[in-house]
Each structure stands twice: as structure tokens, then as C-alpha cells.
């Protein structure tokens, strides 16, 4: 290989067939990325489980090497292929407080996976939730103790390593503590290196030991450590993760397009930057192009060597080596059947037969139904009083922030189902205003909120305009339970002013299938 052909192969850019009507210049400039280009594979963002895997692999049969297909999974495939498994948040798989249904969790995952074409999967974070206001990570951690984090990461780890997919734990040394969101800008841990040790590095140590194949840098600065972000830092990202640690997998940069890096070096500076400190695959460049130029000049500067350009890519060919050596899962699935078999039957009541199927749904659906979480009143009382209320006296609502246009189809199926002729109202905060003197006259109130942590947003939870709405709401209605599809820590007032509270952490659809279910007592 010449210099720019190995550059070439250390960067992943994006690959999507989800918007129909740019699919033709999307497929050429995947085409280029692949044949002119060369670089070493993607990361897959939407599309679907018919058309998907039969673009992925016209991209391998275009290329002259193996491809490192890559995806964000956290809450399964289904977050980014319609038709497959979708799974509540990770923070409420935490929230069942068994590591058992992480592992079912990355075992579905896994199969879903290798189906579509992806052989390494962006996940699971290993973040520890520290920080109420984090706009980016919340509901995505398992949870805010490091140990119990650390237990419910190397399951799902070695789950997805049992149907033959390599995971990658993020956002490494921590993204949980932070305050901003490195899609906009560069947050800061401001904490001592003890704290990060007790806390931050807990749960990537145990999947070290666990094995996991892959670890992915954050866009985070951490003074006790180094100036600047960790992708960036040789202290960090070989002192501490390859010496101190003895990590010895692929290092993935996160999005090299995010502000935490992006505001301060261009493509091809950052790409030098981050293979000086030690990583090993450089994620989305804004310039795919411009990052092989950096990289070459490097090279032929004498700022880099070949040789660390052949160390990534040994690396790399490690993994796929490794990826290629599993069995692609079939039906039945016997060695991921009887695993699950033996870690959900006395939830789920399987057997081997029949586990695969309709249980990979059963698997999210139990996770939800078990992390439903009661932060005011409890199941007997909430159920008898619903029960008391006439469906035609009873008010609906739903609310969520701008731009964050959730599918309420299941809540709605839900709650019509049990209430029939009641009448859900949804409404937008800051668009518009809620029918309150007709909610003012029903005997009692549903109150579905809605938020979803989203990159470049920028806050932690509903914002202030959705929780005015909902304050106004609560203060109308004589007896209100709500459904907050959003972490606990976000529900501020809610916890005073509700009859009733149910945090459902994520708007998935078996979070809203479980919260409705939960509160009529099911």
C-alpha cells in the first residue's frame, strides 16, 4: 500500500440510505469514499433491514479490502434501521438492576447486527452519570454507581461478543461529568485524577478485563490529566489507556465533525493530532479528503511514521480477523438461544424453540417493563383511582419540546385501548397553548412528557417552556398522574406537583407501552 492508500484506511466516514430522494448521490459519493478514496469502512446512520444490508455489501464488493462497518447501537439496531429491535434507553436497563437483560440486550443486538452487514458496534457507553445538567449523555449511562455501571457494561459486552460483534465502550476516560455537549463545544471534567480513577475509569476497567475489542475517545478536557480534549492527548490516549490500563484493542476517535474538535483544528490537522496521541481509526472527519492530505504530509514531514500508520492498521485487520472468525448467528440461534434461555426464561417464560422471534421484541419489552420506575405514589393506589374515573371526565395529554417530534402512536393505542372516548391532546412547548379550560373541568389527568437527549440540543431534559406548560397543566387539574419519558433527574417539579409520577427514561416504544401499562397496574 502507498502512503495515502494506508492513510485511507483509518478513516470511517458515513453511510445512510434513510432519505430517498438524495439515495443516488449518496450512493456515489459512498462510491467514491470506496473506490477512489479508499478509505477503510463506515458508520451507519439510518436506513432499513431490507435495503440497508444490500448497500453495505455492494460497498465490500466495491472495495479492494475488508470494510469496518461501524453503527451507534445503545438502544439496539432499531435506532437506526426501521424493522429491527428497539430498545428503551440504556439507563432504564440500569434501572432493572439485572445484568442478565443487558447481556440478552447485546445478544440481540449482536444477531441484528451481523444481519445488516455492521461488524463493530459503537457501544456500550461506560459513562457514569455524575452530572444532572449533562446535555448529552443522561438516560444513555446505565447508571450514576461505578461499580453497578461496570456490571451491566460487561454484560452487554460480552453479549454482543457471544453473537459475534465486537462492542466499543464510550466515551473514554468519561463523558458523564460534563456540563456541555461536544457536538457544540469542548466540556471539561474539572475533577482530580482520584476522583477519575474511583469513578470515571471503574467501568472501563472492567471491560478491559472483560476483553471488549474497541474503545471510543471523548471530546472532553480533563486538567488533571492533560490540556485539551482526550482524543487529542498522548497522555491520555496511550499513557493512560494503552500503559496505565494495558489496552491493547482499536481506538476510535468519536466524530471528528463535532465542535469539541472541529472548533479547534481543521480535518486534516486533527486527524495528525489524534494519530499522534494513539488512536487507531479516525471517525467522520468533516473532510474525509482533506484528513488522508493531512496525514500524508505528516508522513512525509517526518511528524508521523509508516510504521504507526501500520500499527492502526494492524489493528483494524485484528478485528476484522476476529469479526470473520465468528459465525454468522442463524436460525435458531441455538448457542444465543440457550444463553437466553438460561438468563430470561424465569422472566420470560421462553424455551430454546421458540426465543427467536417474537422474543427478541420480548427481550426490550421486559427490560422496559422491569425499569419502569415509581418516583411518586405507588401501582395499587394510581390503578384504583383510574379505575374510579368515567374515560369521558378524564383529560390526555401530551407534551414535548420543539423539534423533537416523538412517535406517541403506542401511547396512544395504550391509553385508548383502556380509555375509550377519552381524547389525547398533544401539544409542542412554545407552539401554542394548552385547551386548559376544558382540561380544567375533567375529574383527573394523564400527563405524558416527552424528551429525548439529542445531540447539538444543548440542555438536559424538557425545557423550561415545556415544563411552564406542564406546571400549568398540574395546577388546573384536580388529581393528575404523569408518564416522564425522559431520566429522573429531569423532573424538577413534577416530583411536587403529581399525584402520581412514572419515569419511563426514553420515549422508545416499549417505554411507552410499559409506563401506560404500569400505571393501570398490568
Known sequence: MTIRQKAARLILTHISDRAWDDFGDECRRL?????????????????????????????????????????????????????????????????????????????????????????????????????????????????????????????????????GVAGTVKHFPGHGDTQRDSHIELPVVDVDRAMLESRELVPFRAAFEEGVKAVMTAHVEYPALDEGPATLSRVITTDLLRTDLGFGGLVVTDALLMGGIAELHGPGEAAVRALEAGVDVLLMPSDAEAAIDGVVGAVESGRLTVERLDASIARIEELLDWSDACPMPEPPYDVLSRALADTLRCHLDGTEDDLWGESRSRVAAEIAKRGVTWLRGDPATAAAGLAACDPATMALVAIRDPKQLDNIVWLRSELESRLPGARLVTATAGEGKLPLDDIAKAECCILALFDEVAAWKGHAGPGSEAHDMAAQLLAAVPKAAVLLFAGPHTAGMLCEAADTLICCYDGSPPAQIAGVRALFGD
Open 31 to 163: 462510491e467514491r469514499d470506496v473506490e477512489e478514496l479508499g478509505v477503510g469502512g463506515f458508520c451507519l446512520f439510518g436506513g432499513n433491514v431490507d435495503r440497508t444490508p444490500r448497500l453495505i455489501e455492494s460497498m465490500r464488493d466495491l472495495a479492494d479490502h475488508r470494510l469496518l462497518v461501524a453503527s451507534d447501537l445503545e438502544r439496539g439496531v432499531g435506532q437506526q434501521l426501521e424493522g429491527a429491535t428497539v430498545f428503551p434507553s440504556l439507563m432504564m436497563c440500569g434501572a432493572t438492576g439485572d445484568p442478565n437483560l443487558a447481556f440478552a440486550q447485546g445478544c440481540v443486538t449482536a444477531v441484528e447486527a451481523r444481519a445488516a452487514g455492521i461488524n463493530l458496534v459503537f457501544a456500550p457507553v461506560a459513562d457514569v452519570h455524575s452530572e444532572d445538567t449533562n446535555p448529552i449523555i443522561g438516560v444513555r449511562a446505565f447508571g450514576s454507581e461505578p461499580d453497578m455501571v461496570a456490571a451491566f457494561v460487561t454484560a452487554f459486552v460480552r453479549g454482543l461478543e457471544r453473537g
